[in-house]
């Protein structure tokens, strides 16, 4: 009976080491933590810690930027710079439309300078050209022009240049140019003036025309003026 109880002893014994050994396995297989990688006995920074101390410092930057902003512009807050830019802006929109007014008023008045100024100029040379026509219709009179206008009329149209000469730089009529440009004028239409006298080359064989000759050449000269 004593050795039954004594082998009972050892098999209990040994199922007890047994389940001693087992759960020593079960603790050795359980996962456990891996500590982070060392360099020179200190833990390695991960990417996601360098990330979120990067992120830090660049929040922290732009908040002292933005602080030193605001104290250099003399502004408590974001708001109130807002505020101060707008009504910048407004001043700056009210500044333009002044401009804008001042230069439509000197465009205007600009404008009416040139305006008057043209019709002064006009007007000049209106008077000019009246002086010049009368001047040169006088002179073709004075040299025995049939119809004085008939000589302006030549002048203006082929000899513009001397026509316009006919007065100096004061407006006054220049004789001598005028009586040249009426001699040219009697040189290239003859017919647009009277003949001589009594023996004139320009009279038929020296006799003095008869009325109804003077007529008749006159009716001739008016049909071939020009």
Not at 52 to 62: F, V
Not at 68 to 92: I, M, Y
Not at 146 to 157: L, Q, T
Not at 158 to 167: I, K
């Amino acid at each position: 009976m004593r050795q039954v109880k004594q082998a009972a002893r050892r098999t209990d014994a040994r199922y007890s080491v047994d389940l001693t050994q087992r759960r020593s396995w079960c603790v050795d297989e359980a996962p456990t933590e891996t500590p982070p990688e060392t360099t020179g006995g200190q833990a390695a920074i991960t990417q996601d810690t360098m990330n979120r101390i990067a992120g830090e410092a660049r929040d922290a930057g732009r908040k002292t930027a933005l602080s030193d902003l605001l104290k250099e512009l003399s502004v408590d807050n974001t708001d109130e710079l807002k505020a101060t830019l707008k009504a910048a802006r407004n001043r700056d929109d009210a500044d333009k439309s002044e401009v804008q007014k001042a230069a439509d008023a000197t465009l205007k008045a600009t404008k009416e300078r040139d305006d008057l100024k043209a019709q002064l100029d006009g007007e000049r040379a209106a008077r000019l050209e009246d002086k010049r026509h009368s001047a040169v219709s006088a002179a073709a009179a004075r040299a025995g022009a049939v119809e004085a206008e008939d000589v302006v009329a030549w002048s203006k149209a082929y000899a513009a240049d001397a026509y316009a000469a006919a007065l100096n730089a004061d407006g006054a009529p220049d004789a001598k140019k005028i009586d040249a440009l009426v001699a040219d004028a009697k040189l290239a239409r003859a017919h647009f003036f009277k003949a001589g006298g009594v023996g004139s080359p320009s009279n038929a064989v020296g006799k003095a025309p008869t009325g109804d000759m003077s007529a008749a050449r006159l009716e001739t000269k008016r049909l071939v003026r020009f």
